[in-house]
């Protein structure tokens, strides 16, 4: 399933984005989500469905869409030849076969392909054979996307049209990166103020006025994006808040993925809901409990 926030760690998220100011008044987390336009609890795709298929792929954003999540997240990174793109380790080896495909660039940054060499690799292969109890054959072959392809996921369910959850990855290595997002943004029609006429048509989805949450563990960034996308919820990464794995509730889990048991805890978080425009059977993930500051 998504990943799902407890009511603590989104509060914690809220806090981030309204600022110290805002944080300091004992504004109860309910009513900050509301001004923020953010439900609450708050149900985040992390990476996509990525427990269920590989992470950053058009079957885990479309699972994650489908069964009902109201942000899908992504780590931003932006190609050689400029265009942006959802990967969130800085190199490919993990969940590529750039091993085999670039055999002599295998430890090169991301950034230093092309968007045309990106999309070359296997980003699928490599999530059966880490969890074969969870294999596809479909997963085989799936392809980087870019930001411009996951908006198309993210406006493809006439029937749930989840929110954008955005993190500008290292943005030290991409300068210029905030601006990029945010005239694309801008030209996909999420950037428009609500109850405009642009906000009402088709272009403008997600979660009203909270429909897109920009986040960076750089404060600069964080300033940058303040002043390119002042409309936009914002947080700033400041520390690690540890995943608890669950079959050892002190150690931290290191992939999400690995995790197999629901943490959520009764009453305190939301499951998303099957919610599929062609009403083919999806499976349905297990549920997960995640901070909202994460490890890098």
């Excluded at 990943?3 to 110290?20: D, E, I, N, R, Y």
């Excluded at 296997?122 to 392809?149: C, H, M, Q």
């Excluded at 303040?226 to 995943?243: D, F, H, L, W, Y």
Aim: hydrophobic share 35%.
């Amino acid at each position: 399933m998504p990943v799902t926030f407890s009511k603590s760690a989104l509060a914690l998220g809220l806090l981030l984005c309204l600022g110290q100011a805002q944080a300091a008044s004992q504004t109860s987390p309910t009513a900050l989500a509301t001004t923020l336009g953010i439900p609450h609890p708050a149900v985040i795709a992390h990476r996509g469905a990525s427990f269920d298929a590989p992470e950053s792929t058009a079957a885990s954003y479309k699972l994650a869409r489908d069964l009902g999540a109201d942000y899908l997240e992504m780590d931003l990174q932006r190609s050689k030849d400029g265009v942006l793109f959802a990967l969130h380790d800085n190199n490919l080896q993990r969940t590529t076969d750039v091993a085999s495909k670039f055999p002599e660039r295998k430890d090169a940054p991301a950034n230093q392909f092309t968007l045309a060499e990106l999309k070359t690799l296997d980003a699928g292969s490599w999530f059966n054979a880490a969890y074969p109890d969870r294999a596809r054959a479909a997963y085989v072959g799936l392809k980087i996307l870019t930001l411009d392809e996951i908006i198309d996921i993210a406006q493809g369910n006439p029937l749930h049209k989840p929110g954008l959850y955005i993190e500008t990855k290292e943005p030290k290595q991409f300068p210029g990166i905030e601006h990029d997002l945010k005239e694309k943004l801008q030209d996909r029609g999420w950037l428009s103020p609500a109850g405009s006429k642009l906000a009402k048509s088709e272009l403008s989805v997600g979660q009203g006025k909270g429909k897109v949450v920009l986040q960076t563990f750089e404060k600069s960034s964080l300033e940058l994006l303040q002043k390119k996308c002042p409309t936009c919820r914002r947080s700033c990464c400041c520390g690690s808040v540890k995943a608890v794995s669950s079959r050892n509730p002190k150690r931290p889990s290191r992939n999400p993925a690995t995790r197999t048991k629901p943490l959520t805890t009764p009453g305190k978080s939301r499951k998303a809901k099957p919610n599929s425009s062609n009403g083919s059977s999806t499976p349905r993930p297990r549920a997960r409990s995640a901070p909202a500051l994460r490890r890098r």
